[in-house]
């Protein structure tokens, strides 16, 4: 039984960037549906008592489908931040060594994600030698399924954003980058930034460690209100 991540903010505090509205189709509905569709798949199958890691790890089809969007649901949404803020220590030092500037690093990915053709997610990863690089993602994919350690994502189905900016991609890229949760970015990059994490085979522990990290950056962190 896989359980929906509560949302780490009001819904409507990130508002203009996204409305109340896009927030209770897309959580409400969209994120909610998945959750609910995965947990009717694996009744009754080897998924069942699986963790969603596992799970996205070891299955195909349907089933694949609905836990990667689960998990690329909730990262997302702890990738989301109340008020702006900016990378700071190592990952801005990173970010200053692999794409020349976090400017830089801003216009390729706006445009990484407005050319993902149809729907999918773009990605801030670090792949296993420690670079940092953008990743396109179509459909449910997710770094989780190769050894990529993601940073942070943006949702660039149209679900995501069709109720506040229509057709306009670029200008959603454009205020999701106002938007980073970089405090939860940079504590991504900071505590992964080792040699345990670094270098190790595709469908290792790696994920399961990154979904524990995960879990205890948001739970020392965010708070529901
Ligand atoms: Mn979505």
Same mark, same amino acid.
């Given at each position: 039984?896989?359980?929906?991540?509560?949302?780490?903010?009001?819904?409507?505090?990130?508002?203009?960037?996204? =409305?109340?509205?896009?927030?209770?189709?897309?959580?409400?509905? !969209? !994120?909610?549906?998945?959750?609910?569709?995965?947990?009717?798949?694996? +009744?009754?199958?080897?998924?069942?008592?699986?963790?969603?890691?596992? %799970?996205?790890?070891?299955?195909?089809?349907?089933?694949?489908?609905?836990?990667?969007?689960?998990?690329? !649901?909730?990262?997302?949404?702890?990738?989301?931040?109340?008020?702006?803020?900016?990378?700071?220590?190592?990952?801005?030092? +990173?970010?200053?060594?692999?794409?020349?500037?976090?400017?830089?690093? +801003?216009?390729?990915?706006?445009?990484?994600?407005?050319?993902?053709?149809? =729907?999918?997610?773009?990605?801030?990863?670090?792949?296993? &030698?420690?670079?940092?690089?953008? &990743?396109?993602?179509?459909?449910?994919?997710?770094?989780?399924?190769?050894?990529?350690?993601?940073?942070?994502?943006?949702?660039?189905?149209?679900?995501?954003?069709?109720?506040?900016? #229509?057709?306009? #991609?670029?200008?959603?890229? &454009?205020?999701?980058?106002? !938007?980073?949760?970089?405090?939860?970015? =940079?504590?991504?990059?900071? +505590?992964?930034?080792?040699?345990?994490?670094?270098?190790?085979?595709?469908?290792?522990?790696?994920?399961?460690?990154?979904?524990?990290?995960?879990?205890? %950056?948001?739970?020392?962190?965010?708070?529901? =209100?």
């Amino acid at each position: 039984m896989i359980t929906l991540t509560k949302l780490p903010f009001a819904e409507n505090v990130i508002e203009p960037f996204l =409305s109340a509205e896009t927030i209770q189709c897309h959580y409400g509905k !969209h !994120h909610t549906g998945y959750v609910n569709k995965l947990n009717e798949l694996i +009744k009754g199958t080897e998924f069942d008592k699986m963790s969603l890691a596992a %799970i996205i790890r070891g299955a195909d089809g349907p089933i694949f489908n609905n836990a990667a969007q689960i998990f690329n !649901h909730s990262f997302y949404w702890s990738c989301l931040g109340e008020n702006s803020s900016a990378p700071e220590g190592k990952l801005l030092e +990173k970010i200053d060594n692999d794409f020349g500037s976090l400017e830089a690093l +801003k216009e390729e990915f706006i445009k990484m994600g407005t050319t993902l053709f149809g =729907s999918g997610w773009v990605w801030l990863v670090r792949e296993p &030698k420690g670079e940092l690089m953008i &990743k396109q993602t179509s459909n449910a994919h997710t770094p989780l399924s190769s050894n990529l350690i993601p940073i942070f994502v943006c949702d660039v189905w149209e679900h995501a954003y069709y109720i506040d900016y #229509r057709n306009a #991609r670029p200008d959603y890229l &454009k205020e999701f980058w106002e !938007h980073i949760n970089w405090e939860l970015a =940079s504590q991504i990059y900071a +505590k992964t930034d080792t040699e345990l994490l670094i270098g190790v085979e595709p469908c290792s522990d790696i994920h399961d460690l990154f979904c524990q990290l995960l879990d205890e %950056i948001q739970a020392g962190d965010r708070v529901t =209100s």
